[in-house]
C-alpha cells in the first residue's frame, strides 16, 4: 500500500500511452486509460502535443471525461471541447458539480454555453448563472454552490437525518453552512462537532459565528491569502446582502497559490501563465513577440546611449568590449533587489511604514558589492589592459551602476505597485533599461571626460 | 460577518503598532496585538526591520509565542529564538503540537536543542525525534504526529466514544488512520461516514484500503504533487516496514506549494528562497555577491568575444553601437523559452517523449519570431544608417540569434535536469552566457567577413 511516487512515473505511462496511440493499438490505450484516474489523464493531456492529444480524447470514455476537463487548464480544456459535439457537451457534464461546469461554460462560445445552460436542471442553470455573474477570477467565481445548509434554530438529530439521506459526504466536506430563517450567513457548523455531542444540542449553540463569509467580489489572489492566513479547508461565499452564494474549498484554493505564485515568473518574461505547453508555434510566437517588441525599444534607446559616444570608442575600442560586463553586473544586481521586493509586494508584506527601510537596505547591500566589485575591476582591467585609468573609470562605472541598479530594483517595482500597475509585468523590463542606459552612460561618459 | 479583506490592512495595523513601539507606547501595543491572530502577528514580525520586530517580539504573551513562530520562516523563526531563554522555550513550546515542535527544534544549535527534547513528555520526544531523523524537505520531516489511529476490528460504536473523549477536533480532521493488529497501515475511515453509518457497522466494512499513504523519504515536492493531483486534505506517512509514522494535513502543504513556486524566481536570481526581507546588508550583500561573481565570468567570456573583433569595430563604430540589441534579444526569446521549460519540468510534465517535440516548437517558435524581427531589423538599419549591407548582416544576426536562443533555452533546462542539476538555479546564468556570447560572435563576426 505504501506508494513511492516517482517523478517519471506518469512520464512513463505518458510514453506508453503515447506510443499506443501512434500504433493505433485501442486496446493497449484502454488497457491503460484504465490504470489512471482522471486528475493522471488531465495532466497527460496537457503534457501532450495537439494530435496525439486529440487521438487520446476519443479513446476516453464519455463519462470520466467531464472530471478529466474540471483538472486541465483553460487553453487545454478549449481545445478538447472544440472536439465535442454539443449534445456530447451536455453528457459530459452530466455528473459535474456546479464549479466545474462554471469552468466549463466560462470556456465555451456564446452559443453553446446557452445550449450548455438550457439543458441543466432549473436549480443547476439558476446556480451557474449566478456564478457566471462574478468575474472568472473572483470568490463567485471560483465557487461550488452545491452546498449543504442548515438551519440554526434545529437540532443536530435534525441535521443527521438530512446528511444520512445524502449519503456519501465528500471529503473536502468539514462544515455545513447555517443559515437564519431568511437565508443569511449566521456562521458554520462543524462536521466533527456532530460526532462529539448529544443529539438534542440546537445547531445554535454549536454555530462558529466568528467564521467569517467571504464577499463574491473578493478577488481569487486575497481569497487564496485568507485560506493560507488562517488555515481553512473550506469558507462560505455570500453576497452584499449576506445571503450565502456557495462554497470555496482549499483545492480549488490551492490552484489560485499555485498559479498565483507562477504568475510572477511567466510575467517577467512576458508570458501568459495559461500557456499551453504544446499551443501552435505560431500562436506563441504571435504572444512573444509583442514582449520582443517592447524589449527592442528599450535595447534601441540603449545603443542610442551608445551611439552618443561613437568618437570615444572609435578612439578606445576597449571601451567597446568592456561596457556591456558593466550593464550586465547592473542587471543582474537589479533583478536581485527587484525580485526580493515583488516578493514581499505580492506576499502583501510591504507597506508605507517598511518601504523606506527596505529601499535605504537594498541600497547599502548595492554599496557593498559595489565596493566589492569595484575593486575587483578595477585589478581585473589594470591587470589585462595594463591602464590605470581605464581601471578607474571601469571601478568607478561598476560602483556607481551596482548602487543605482539596487535603487531602481527597489523603487521601479514599489512605484508600479502604488500606480496598481503589477510589477512582476513591467518591472523586468523598465530595470533592464535603467541597468543597461545607465551602465553605458556613465561607463562612456566618463572615459570621454577623463581620457578624451 | 462578511469581511472584505483589503491588501493594506495588515498594511495599516503594522504601521500603527510600528508607531506604537517607537514611541514606547506599550498600553496600544497591547491593544493592537489583541486584535489579530498568531498568523497575522506572524506577517507583521516578517515585515518588520529587526530592531522594532524584536521590541515587538518582547510585548507578545507567551502562551502565543509558539503557534507565532510556527508560522514564522525559519530565518525569522530564528531571530526571535535567539530573543528568548531557554526556560522561555521550553515554556512557548508547550502548547504547540509535535510537527511545530519540530520546526522549532530544527531552528535551535544542538544543545539546546537537546535541552528542549529532554523537557517533552516521553511520548512527545519520541515522536520529535523520530521526525528530526527525516530532513527537512521530506514528508517525515513535515508530518505531525498527534494522529488518531483505530484498529479495524472496532464498531463505529467505539470510535465515537474515543473521539467523544478527545473533545475538540481540529477542522483539518477528516479521516482517523485504521491500522492493523500490529499497527501497520491499513487505510482510512472517514469522519463523515461516521455521520452516516450505524453505530454498530465495523470499521473494516468502510475502510478506504485505496487511500495510499505516503513514504517518510518522499520529498516534499512531491508530496505537494501528489495533494494536488488528488485533491486531498490530509494523507498519512508510513515507513518502509508500513507503520504509521504520523500525518500531513493540506495546511502544511499549501506552504510547500507556495515556497516551490517561488524558489523557481528566487533561484533564477541567485537566491535563497527563506531570505529575510530585512535580514543585515553586510549578510545579503555576502549572499548576492558569489552570484554577481558567477555573472562577472560569463559576462567576462561575452566581452573576450568581442574584443576578439577590436579591429572590425575601430572600423565600424555602429558594429559596437548595434550588438547589445542582438544580445538582448536572444536574451529574451531564451528566457522565454526557458521559462516555459522549465516550469514544464517543475510540474512534471516532462518526459522523453514530449521533450523532442517541444525543443522541436520551441525553435519553430523561434524561427518565426526570428524571421519577423529580422524583417523589422533590417528596415530599421537601412533607415537610419543608410547602409543596405550592414542592415543585411543586423537581420541575418537576429535571426540566428533568436533561433538559437530558442534551442539553447530549451536544451539548457532539459540538460541540466537530466543532469540532476536544478534548472531554477542554473539555466538563465547559462542561457545568457550563450545569448550574449553568441548574439556577438555572430553579428560581428559576419561583419568582419561581409563587410571588412
Redesign the interface.
Known amino acids: 500500500?505504501?506508494?513511492?511516487?516517482h517523478?517519471?512515473d506518469?512520464?512513463?505511462l505518458?510514453?506508453q500511452l503515447?506510443?499506443a496511440i501512434n500504433n493505433n493499438n485501442l486496446l493497449a490505450v484502454a488497457s491503460l486509460l484504465s490504470r489512471l484516474?482522471p486528475?493522471?489523464i488531465s495532466?497527460i493531456l496537457?503534457?501532450?502535443?495537439p494530435a496525439q492529444r486529440n487521438a487520446l480524447w476519443q479513446q476516453i470514455d464519455p463519462k470520466f471525461q467531464g472530471e478529466i476537463l474540471a483538472h486541465t487548464n483553460d487553453q487545454v480544456r478549449s481545445s478538447l471541447l472544440d472536439q465535442l459535439e454539443q449534445h456530447e457537451i451536455l453528457e459530459v457534464v452530466g455528473h459535474l458539480q456546479t464549479d466545474d461546469i462554471v469552468d466549463i461554460a466560462q470556456s465555451l462560445p456564446e452559443t453553446e454555453q446557452k445550449t450548455l445552460l438550457n439543458a441543466l436542471s432549473d436549480e443547476d442553470r439558476f446556480a451557474v448563472e449566478i456564478a457566471l455573474t462574478y468575474p472568472e477570477n473572483t470568490a463567485g467565481g471560483m465557487m461550488s454552490t452545491d452546498f449543504i445548509a442548515v438551519r440554526e434554530e434545529v437540532t443536530l438529530e435534525v441535521v443527521?437525518r438530512l446528511?444520512?439521506k445524502?449519503?456519501?459526504?465528500?471529503?473536502?466536506?468539514?462544515?455545513l453552512i447555517v443559515r437564519d430563517r431568511d437565508g443569511r450567513?449566521?456562521?458554520t457548523l462543524?462536521?466533527?462537532?456532530?460526532?462529539?455531542h448529544d443529539e438534542d444540542t440546537l445547531v445554535s449553540a454549536l454555530v462558529d459565528?466568528h467564521k467569517?463569509?467571504?464577499?463574491g467580489m473578493?478577488p481569487a489572489k486575497?481569497v487564496a491569502?485568507?485560506?493560507?492566513?488562517?488555515?481553512?479547508?473550506a469558507a462560505t461565499v455570500?453576497d452584499?446582502k449576506?445571503f450565502v452564494l456557495g462554497r470555496i474549498t482549499?483545492?480549488d484554493?490551492?490552484?489560485i497559490?499555485?498559479d498565483q505564485?507562477?504568475h510572477?515568473?511567466?510575467a517577467?518574461?512576458?508570458?501568459d501563465e495559461e500557456?499551453d505547453?504544446?499551443s501552435p508555434?505560431?500562436r506563441?510566437?504571435k504572444r512573444?513577440?509583442f514582449?520582443?517588441g517592447i524589449?527592442?525599444l528599450?535595447?534601441?534607446f540603449?545603443?542610442f546611449v551608445?551611439?552618443l559616444f561613437?568618437a570615444s570608442?572609435?578612439k578606445i575600442?576597449?571601451l567597446?568590449?568592456?561596457?556591456?560586463?558593466i550593464?550586465?553586473?547592473g542587471g543582474?544586481?537589479g533583478?536581485?533587489t527587484a525580485?526580493?521586493v515583488i516578493?514581499?509586494i505580492s506576499t502583501?508584506?510591504?507597506?508605507?511604514?517598511?518601504s523606506k527601510?527596505?529601499i535605504l537596505?537594498e541600497a547599502?547591500?548595492g554599496l557593498?558589492?559595489g565596493l566589492?566589485?569595484a575593486i575587483?575591476s578595477f585589478a581585473?582591467v589594470f591587470l589585462v589592459f595594463q591602464d590605470w585609468t581605464l581601471g578607474l573609470i571601469f571601478a568607478g562605472a561598476m560602483l556607481i551602476n551596482l548602487i543605482a541598479a539596487a535603487l531602481a530594483g527597489a523603487l521601479i517595482p514599489i512605484g508600479l505597485h502604488r500606480m496598481k500597475i503589477d510589477p512582476a509585468l513591467a518591472a523586468g523590463l523598465m530595470l533592464?533599461t535603467v541597468t543597461?542606459s545607465l551602465g553605458?552612460f556613465v561607463f562612456l561618459g566618463l572615459a570621454t571626460i577623463i581620457i578624451l
Open positions: 500500500m505504501v506508494t513511492r511516487h517523478p517519471n506518469t512520464g512513463l505518458t510514453e503515447l506510443d484516474v486528475e493522471e495532466e496537457e503534457a501532450t502535443p443527521m446528511l444520512r445524502i449519503g456519501e459526504l465528500p471529503d473536502s466536506l468539514v462544515d450567513y449566521v456562521g462543524k462536521l466533527n462537532d456532530l460526532l462529539t459565528r467569517a463569509a467571504i464577499h473578493t486575497e491569502h485568507i485560506f493560507e492566513k488562517y488555515d481553512l479547508i455570500v452584499d449576506n482549499i483545492d484554493v490551492v490552484d497559490i499555485r505564485a507562477e510572477n515568473q511567466m517577467s518574461a512576458g508570458l500557456e505547453l504544446f508555434p505560431s506563441a510566437a512573444r513577440t514582449w520582443l524589449n527592442l528599450t535595447a534601441i540603449a545603443s551608445i551611439g561613437d570608442i572609435e575600442v576597449a567597446a568590449v568592456l561596457m556591456p560586463i550593464a550586465s553586473m543582474i544586481a533583478t536581485q525580485t526580493i516578493r514581499a502583501q508584506k510591504l507597506s508605507q511604514a517598511n527601510l527596505l537596505k547599502t547591500v557593498l558589492n566589492v566589485w575587483m581585473g533592464t543597461d553605458f
